[in-house]
């Protein structure tokens, strides 16, 4: 079973550069390893979503800040590089916040080498606390990589497992062999292919699902009082494929940015 969490149309490099009436706002980043997601919020209310290039940072924020004038803060995470010297520039009323490991989580962070975690995996698990209090949390980001984080009842990060995402496993098995093609994502017809691209599709595909499910399991056989989020780009292809039942909500990150942010005022 799936429940959507978040119906939000991302609308990909389009903006209205006409301004819009609106109070105190936060605009939150995530830069991620292959591309940038954003999303424009009114308190905890998520007015607007958007996708672009990580070429295209800096046009696509002047044109959000322009539709969005009373968009006082910014609050960055980034996983990819960014040159955070141009984006301190960007204005003299935009007051930009980077998540970094030194901030205030609402966790323990039980991980063995805590400087290596990412820092969109500590978003995530800040947001699975938050949202999801008293409880066993699983957070599956399906996105260049598959990333799993498990956070105790008790709020203990805990860690979990890091695996090739769908467009990766596409491209190594193009990259790494001398005849197979580069496809794209695709639903396998069959669980058996009868030809080398539906092989393909079905061995990525049903491979990552069988992946995730098989994680869930484990976890499930551990621990009690227990939910999964799934969230991520690839996120709405793979939930309907699933067979456990998981949160949906390709929007988690943002979401967990914004709290993330009020948390950090209340705690800088």
């Not at 995530?30 to 591309?35: A, L, Q």
């Not at 940038?36 to 002047?62: C, M, P, W, Y």
């Not at 820092?119 to 990333?147: E, H, K, S, Y």
Request: charged share 20%; hydrophobic share 40%.
């Amino acid at each position: 079973m799936i429940f959507n969490l978040s119906k939000t149309i991302i609308k990909k490099n389009q903006f209205v550069t006409s301004p819009l009436t609106q109070s105190h706002m936060l605009l939150a980043i995530d830069v991620g390893n292959t591309r940038i997601k954003g999303a424009v919020f009114e308190q905890h209310t998520l007015l607007e979503t958007f996708v672009f290039s990580k070429e295209a940072l800096q046009i696509n924020a002047n044109a959000i800040l322009k539709r969005y004038p009373k968009c006082s803060d910014m609050i960055l995470a980034a996983v990819g590089n960014i040159e955070k010297e141009a984006i301190l520039s960007w204005g003299k009323n935009l007051n930009v916040h980077f998540v970094s490991q030194q901030d205030h989580f609402p966790f323990r962070n039980l991980y063995k080498t805590p400087q290596t975690l990412g820092i969109d995996r500590m978003v995530l698990a800040a947001g699975a606390v938050w949202q999801f209090p008293n409880q066993n949390r699983l957070v599956i980001d399906a996105g260049t990589c598959i990333t799993y984080d498990f956070i105790d009842v008790a709020d203990n990060y805990r860690g979990g497992a890091i695996s090739p995402g769908l467009k990766m496993r596409y491209e190594s098995l193009h990259h790494y062999t001398a005849k197979l093609p580069l496809l794209t994502m695709e639903d396998p017809a069959e669980a058996i292919g009868n030809s080398t691209n539906e092989s393909i599709h079905s061995g990525v595909v049903n491979g990552i699902t069988h992946e995730i499910d098989g994680f869930i399991n484990q976890y499930q056989q551990q621990y009690a009082n227990f939910i999964i989020i799934l969230t991520g780009g690839d996120a709405e292809f793979l939930a309907k494929r699933l067979k456990n039942t998981i949160f949906a909500n390709s929007n988690f990150l943002l979401e967990s940015l914004n709290q993330t942010f009020q948390y950090k005022i209340k705690n800088d």
